[in-house]
């Protein structure tokens, strides 16, 4: 159970962040996903949306309804600051780094590290030291 404090901090982020409470429509939808029978027949995912800015959210991390209300409205927060403040948020670049570690290469890039490894190749043969010619 989230405390009343964290709820009373939660607020207070909303309205530096200028987020109101009218200003969100909130759902309550069947969770997917592991839980069991407790997850798949209760409406305990919350989609929060904030009307104005357009950005929406979903949470389900427990099993509580009032739980994930707190949570989607604390992701809420974080996005809309993002937004306002015009910068990735931490998850948002570890996301972007690992799709461009996993983004193939083109033929063209691939032919240059080659032709490169070739060029680093000969230059290692040509400083080698001259065999003997009885061998």
């Not at 009032?66 to 403040?85: G, P």
Request: with cysteine; charged share 40%.
């Amino acid at each position: 159970m989230i405390s009343k404090d964290k709820w009373a901090q939660l607020q207070k982020r909303l309205d530096e962040l200028g987020v109101k409470e009218n200003d969100l429509q909130e759902n309550f939808v069947i969770g997917s996903g592991r839980g069991g029978q407790k997850l798949h027949k209760t409406a305990n995912c919350v989609h929060l949306k904030h009307l104005p800015s357009g950005t929406a959210v979903k949470c389900q991390e427990t099993r509580s309804l009032s739980n994930n209300r707190f949570y989607a409205r604390r992701r809420l927060c974080d996005k809309v600051e993002a937004q306002q403040k015009d910068k990735k948020s931490k998850a948002q670049q570890q996301v972007e780094k690992i799709r461009r570690q996993k983004k193939r290469r083109s033929r063209r890039a691939k032919q240059k590290i080659l032709s490169d490894k070739h060029h680093q190749s000969a230059l290692k043969k040509s400083r080698q030291k001259p065999k003997p010619d009885n061998e």
